[in-house]
Nanobody, 119 residues
Framework: QVQLVESGGGLVQPGGSLRLSCAASVNAFSINAMGWYRQAPGKQRELVAAINSGGSTNYADSVKGRFTISRDNAKNTVYLQMNRLKPEDTAVYYC?????????????WGQGTQVTVSS
């Protein structure tokens, strides 16, 4: 049984901040990398930020310096702190986690949370 539950989305003005959370409920799996993707209407889903099990991070160029990804392994939770938000950040944000059992890894997705940046 695997569940990724996201929270923290909402409506915010340009320049504002939001903090997204994704809590993973897993059984008999180890969590490898976790990340955040986003998809705006009419566009492809794109990687926003990722963090591996060792804490190394990777960001899309469009969010570098504004967003910070972090994780709490004890809580099986990944966060995305979003600062200085822009209208072009508006999208549905999806949590992703790589779950490992034995020699195999599969990716799982959260249901998505809406982020809207507008005056």
């Amino acid at each position: 049984q695997v569940q990724l539950v996201e929270s923290g989305g909402g409506l915010v003005q340009p320049g504002g901040s939001l903090r997204l959370s994704c809590a993973a409920s897993v059984n008999a799996f180890s969590i490898n990398a976790m990340g955040w993707y986003r998809q705006a209407p009419g566009k492809q889903r794109e990687l926003v930020a990722a963090i591996n099990s060792g804490g190394s991070t990777n960001y899309a160029d469009s969010v570098k310096g504004r967003f910070t990804i972090s994780r709490d392994n004890a809580k099986n939770t990944v966060y995305l702190q979003m600062n200085r938000l822009k209208p072009e950040d508006t999208a549905v944000y999806y949590c992703n986690a790589g779950l490992v059992r034995g020699p195999y890894e599969n990716n799982y997705w959260g249901q998505g949370t809406q982020v809207t940046v507008s005056s």
